[in-house]
Structures are given as C-alpha cells and as structure tokens.
C-alpha cells in the first residue's frame, strides 16, 4: 500500500480530553458558496443520568447553511485507488477466524436453508444501474426513496435519478453535499432515509480530523421531498473520538444518528470507548433553525453486560415517538433501547428482557469466488440495518452476518441472520422469529431490509461462491407464510468476475416507497468485467 494510504491509519499519539462534545468557535468554510456561519454547541449544565447510560448531555447545534445540489460538481476524477479504512472491531486486531459449530445447523443440504415455501419472492418491478466506481473502494451503498425521486448514496459520491432510472443530478461530492471542511482527512459512511410523515430526506457521513483530534457526523436534510434541491447542513462534532459506523434512524418527532466511537491509540491503532447515540429534534431540523438534541455516550447493555457496539437506530415505518434502537448482545440475543422526549429533554431508556436467538450468530467465513483465491470480505456479526412498524405490538426486524453449517458438510459459510421482535412496545419484547438463510457451498452477506405496509419483508443481500461470481439477489418473508421462512431468493443482477479489490464493503440498502407504501426498493453491490472494482444496481419490488 503506498504511504498516502497508510496515513488514512496513522493517528497522533495525544493526551486525549473527554469525550464529551465542546463549544467550537470560529466561523465554519463551507463549500461552493454555501452560507457560512459558527457551529456552537451548548452544554448543559450538568449531567443527568439515564438507565444504561454513563454520559448524557445536551447541545444545541447553528446550521452551517444551505445548499443547492444543482451548483456542486462532479467529483474529479482520481488517478489512484483511495481506499477507505474497514469498520473498526470492538476488539483490537483483524477479523478471526470463524470457529466450526459444535453441532450441525439443522438446515437442507441443498437448496437454500429456513424451508422456503411454494409462493414466489417479492416480484421485480424495474432496475437500473447504479454509481459505479471511480476508483474508491468500497462502495457502502444506501438507497432512499421520495414520491418521485431516488437518492443513491455510496462512498465515491451521491446522486439523485428519477424512478425511471434516468440521473436528474450528476455526482455530488459528498464532502461538497455535507460541507465537510478540508481538514477532516477521514471521511466515509453515507446513510440516508427518506421520511414520509416530514416529507424530507436525511443524510448522514462522518469524518475525522486528526491533527485537531475532532470527530464528526455531517447531517443533512432536504429542504422539500425533493432530493435534487436544497438542503440544509450541520455539523455535530465528537471530540476526541472517531464515531465510526454511523447508524441512521427516524420516529415521529426525532432523527437518531449512533456510531462506534473510537479514540486513536497511536501506532495507528485504536481504542473503543463505547457505543454513542445523538437524538435531533426532528422539526428544527426540516426549518434549517437551530436544533436541540441529547447525546447519549458509553451506552450499556442491561444487567451489567458491558459496553454495547454497533447500536441500530430504527426507521419508523409507521407513527411513533420513542425511536427504537437495537444492539447484538453477545451471540445469543438482541438488546433493545427507546428514545423518549423531546429534545433538549429526550431520555434513554435500556430493556431488561432481552429477546434470545434459537440460533447463535456466529463470526462469518470471508466468501469465495471463481477463478480466484482471493476471499471476499463478509465483515462480522455486528447488526447492519433495522426498521420498526407498529405490528404484532410493535416490530422490529433487523439483520446481520453469521457463520453457519449445513447437515452432511464440515465447512463452515456465511449465512444472512434475519430477526423480527414482537412486543417492542410493551415491557416484554420477545423474538417472533429468525431466520439463518443460505445454502451449502455459497456464501450470503450483508442483508439489508424493508417492510411494505402489508407487513411483508424484503431482504437485499450479496451472494457468491467458488463457481458464483458477487453478485445481488433478494428474497422476501411473506406476512401469510409460516414464521422463520424465506422464499427461494431471485438474482437482481449476477455478477460476471471475481473482485479482487482491497475492500468489497460493509452494507446494502433497502427502501419503502412512500407512494405505494408497497414497493420495496433495493440497492446493493456486484462484480462484473471490464473493471477491477465494483458495481452497483438498483431494483423495485413488491410482493404480489
């Protein structure tokens, strides 16, 4: 790797302050004209204190402006691979190895696993090409969906088509779209949501500044249901953390935006300082004002466990005001949060019934492919999506990656982990199913997943293996069929090469459309030839 990438790891070794956010002075630089102006947070008082959470503050955060997507250019174009840094583990050192399980999972030997039934999976509408590469790996792509337009988000930039396929913008920066300062060397993540109770899309990236040892989530969020106009921006600074893997989230009165934030521990290593979570008043956020929020640092899971990782905000599907959040708990079960309130006086609140899995999720086997040795990075078992309806006394399904075996095989593979929780909204949540979805001798990874307004679900997920090139396919539990089923999955676009990158990528996207509230939008990404990067593809579904 030459050295300008082995910088994207060096970190300052420093006396680090608190990781409690400051006041920042000084007037902000926004890009291509937008306005400008100071970013101040104000700190409450004191520290209140909350069920599983050691550091609770308030701030108030200035909007750094506004800006037209239509004036920002097209991103240059690069001469080298940039390649972004992988999520940063809980623990230090890279990925292990998955262990072999102690017992067979009970699964088919052939055909894809959770006993698919007769129906077929969600029918495919439309698709269309995607962003592709521009010599950044990889691409993390998100999809978010507005009465008449697509939002695609991936690392190398964003762009907004029509839902006929055609571009309406070019390729947004994304430093250009979210105003980040030149100083913030480290930049990556997008997610983004459309919300259809505010008629607004959200943004969010982050950043790390390492010379002024500042972290950062870049918000942004639509002025109209428009993604091709304006939006207003701000800046939410972690000081003295690096809030890695951000999580997006939406309810009726609140945005959540959650990371994994990291302090540099020289020697280009890092240390975890806990799972954080920031909640924004969601109507000061829609009229460009001045927004109130709570930041919920070091948050816990219940009787005394430890540190949480990798907390999912969920994305409302239907009306309500605590913003659910969730966390893997171990291999075993799934920890649940609400956020409740208003901003400045929101509260977090950690259930003590924990819903625990049938199956364990286990660490994923990187995947293989045609032609080549080189593996396919699955990542790890963290949760990578979640979204609540108010079903079954409030669900939330979410997804991640999981080792799995197959009767009559030794190897182990990766499989999708798909999880619904009932109850949310009572004091008993419980797990109503999951479901462990692959096959022998393929490898699945990287669900991601929406509900329609029948309470049917769309998963996305990549798949290959040592005769299957990358590639996307979805499948879809159907709210009729039997519970801890899938159908047989169907191919949104095959791949066509092996990837022999550096980085495949850590998360699909999936979508509702708000004018149906049936179609389930889907983006992920695949390998094809004539590049040595990545692809990606866009697809409409909807169950008949």
């Known amino acids: ?13 420093q006396n680090l302050a608190g990781a409690g956010m400051q006041k920042i002075h000084g007037p902000f630089r926004a890009a291509l004209g937008a306005v400008s102006c100071a970013l101040v947070l104000t700190l409450a008082a004191g520290m209140a204190r909350a069920q599983g959470v050691s550091d609770v503050s308030t701030a108030t955060v200035e909007p750094l402006g506004m800006v037209d997507v239509r004036s920002i250019p097209e991103p240059e174009a690069r001469e080298t691979i940039r390649i972004i840094r992988r999520p940063l583990s809980k623990l230090s050192g890279q990925k292990r190895p998955a262990p072999l399980a102690t017992a067979d999972v009970p699964f088919a030997s052939q055909g894809e696993a959770a006993d698919p039934i007769s129906e077929a999976a969600a029918n495919l509408l439309f698709n269309f090409e995607g962003i592709e590469a521009s010599n950044l790996e990889p691409p993390d792509p998100h999809v ?17 088509y029509n839902k006929s396929g055609s571009p309406i913008t070019g390729l947004l920066s ?11 060397e480290i ?31 870049f918000v942004a969020v639509s002025t109209s249901s428009s993604a091709s106009g304006t939006f207003f921006r701000y800046q939410i600074n972690e000081t003295g953390n690096l809030p890695d893997y951000p999580g997006l989230g939406i309810c ?12 540099p521990a020289g020697f280009g290593g890092f240390s975890f300082t806990g799972a954080v979570a920031v909640a924004l008043n969601k109507s000061q956020l829609t009229s460009g004002s ?60 950690t259930s003590t019934t924990v819903p625990s899995l049938t199956t364990a999720v286990t660490t994923p086997v990187d995947a293989t492919q045609p032609g080549t040795t080189r593996r396919v990075d699955t990542g790890d078992t963290r949760l990578l999506d979640a979204t609540y309806r108010g079903v079954n006394g409030g669900s939330i399904w979410t997804s991640s990656n999981t080792g799995c075996r197959f009767s009559g095989s030794s190897t182990t593979f990766t499989c999708i982990n798909v999880v619904e929780l009932s109850n ?16 022998s001798g393929l490898y699945y990874y990287f669900p991601a997943l929406r509900t329609d307004s029948a309470n049917n679900m769309t998963v996305v997920f990549s798949r290959s293996g040592s005769s299957e090139f990358p590639g996307v396919r979805y499948t879809s539990h159907l709210n009729a069929a039997a519970l801890n089923t899938l159908e047989s999955s169907v191919s949104l676009i095959g791949g066509s090469a092996a990837y022999t990158g550096t980085r495949w990528g850590d998360y699909f996207g999936a979508a509702l459309d708000p004018t149906d509230n049936r179609s389930i939008w889907i983006y992920g990404e695949y390998k094809r030839t004539g590049s040595s990067l990545w692809h990606t ?3 409409q579904t909807q169950v008949p």
């Open 424 to 439: 949310v909204d009572g004091g008993s949540p419980s797990r109503r199913q999951q479901i462990v979805f692959g096959a």
């Open 144 to 160: 978010a969906v507005g009465p008449s337009e697509v939002l695609l988000a991936t690392n190398a930039g964003l762009r907004v």
């Open 187 to 217: 930049q990556s993540d997008p997610k983004v949501l459309y919300d259809a109770a505010s008629g607004r899309f959200f943004a969010v990236w982050i950043a790390f500044d390492q010379q002024a040892n500042l972290g950062a989530w």
């Open 252 to 263: 009726s009165d609140k945005l959540v935006i959650t990371a994994n934030d990291f302090r």
């Open 1 to 13: 790797m030459p050295n300008k990438q082995r910088m994207r790891y060096a970190f300052p070794s």
């Open 174 to 184: 994304p430093s250009s779209f979210f105003g980040v300062p030149s100083q913030f």
């Open 537 to 539: 593809r866009v697809g």
């Open 290 to 349: 001045s927004v109130s929020l709570n930041r919920f640092g070091n948050i816990q899971l219940s009787g005394g466990a430890g540190q949480a990782f990798t907390i999912q905000p969920a994305q409302s599907l239907t009306s309500t005001s605590s913003c659910n959040m969730v966390s893997l708990r171990g291999t075993n079960g799934i920890q649940l949060y609400k956020i409740n309130g208003l901003p400045p006086s929101a509260t977090l609140s």
